[in-house]
T-cell receptor
Framework: ETGVTQTPRHLVMGMTNKKSLKCEQH?????MYWYKQSAKKPLELMFV???????ENNSVPSRFSPECPNSSHLFLHLHTLQPEDSALYLC???????????????FGEGSRLTVL | AQSVTQLGSHVSVSEGALVLLRCNYS??????LFWYVQYPNQGLQLLLK??????LVKGINGFEAEFKKSETSFHLTKPSAHMSDAAEYFC????????????FGAGTILRVKS
């Protein structure tokens, strides 16, 4: 496999469920990101990890819990979500967050989450 | 901080007509500039990028963009629209002062009429 892979592509869950989104990158990158994309809203950066250490958390509610066990894998654990959390969740990777990195992001196909 | 403004949240063109999507940026140092395209229910795909080489950048699917420092612009063009170009387009900027963190515009939805 190549690029950035996200699973599942679609997820429907109730407000009391616990589920996880998975992201894997095969690009040898050191940084990984979670974005939220809601209808009629700009892209929202949620979390940034660099060399598996969290470097950014943009005031994301604690019902979203990220995990980055290594530079190739990123998870987003979901629990007690609200209907307004329904959105497309995009994972991305980049070479890093400093140095010669231009900032270019490589995106996965996204996970469409619906909270009932 | 750097920022991006995309003029027009929706643009509609006829098939075969010129596509022009506008992007203006704010950055205190020479930036890196990007255009991404997103088709429905898919992720963002890089169309093209400016990284301080040639000011006229050619990308995939016949798109190109010109970096104009004096106008702080990076408009995206395509001479002849195709139905398959219908998508949402995002302009983005990064600069070294902010760790090359990518900042996105709000996006422009392109509609192509037959």
């Amino acid at each position: 496999e190549t690029g950035v892979t996200q699973t599942p592509r679609h997820l429907v869950m109730g407000m009391t469920n616990k589920k996880s989104l998975k992201c894997e990158q095969h690009l040898g990158h050191n940084a990984m990101y979670w974005y939220k994309q809601s209808a009629k809203k700009p892209l929202e950066l949620m979390f940034v990890y660099n060399f598996k250490e969290q470097t950014e958390n943009n005031s994301v509610p604690s019902r979203f819990s990220p995990e980055c066990p290594n530079s190739s894998h990123l998870f987003l654990h979901l629990h007690t979500l609200q209907p307004e959390d329904s959105a497309l969740y995009l994972c991305a990777s980049s070479q890093g967050t400093s140095g010669v990195n231009t900032g270019e992001l490589f995106f996965g196909e996204g996970s469409r989450l619906t909270v009932l | 901080a750097q920022s991006v403004t995309q003029l027009g949240s929706h643009v509609s063109v006829s098939e075969g007509a010129l596509v022009l999507l506008r992007c203006n940026y704010s950055s205190s140092v020479p930036p890196y500039l990007f255009w991404y395209v997103q088709y429905p229910n898919q992720g963002l795909q890089l169309l093209l990028k400016y990284t301080s080489a040639a000011t006229l950048v050619k990308g995939i699917n016949g798109f190109e963009a010109e970096f104009k420092k004096s106008e702080t612009s990076f408009h995206l063009t395509k001479p002849s629209a195709h139905m398959s170009d219908a998508a949402e387009y995002f302009c983005a900027v990064s600069d070294w002062q902010y760790g090359n963190k990518l900042v996105f515009g709000a996006g422009t939805i392109l509609r192509v009429k037959s």
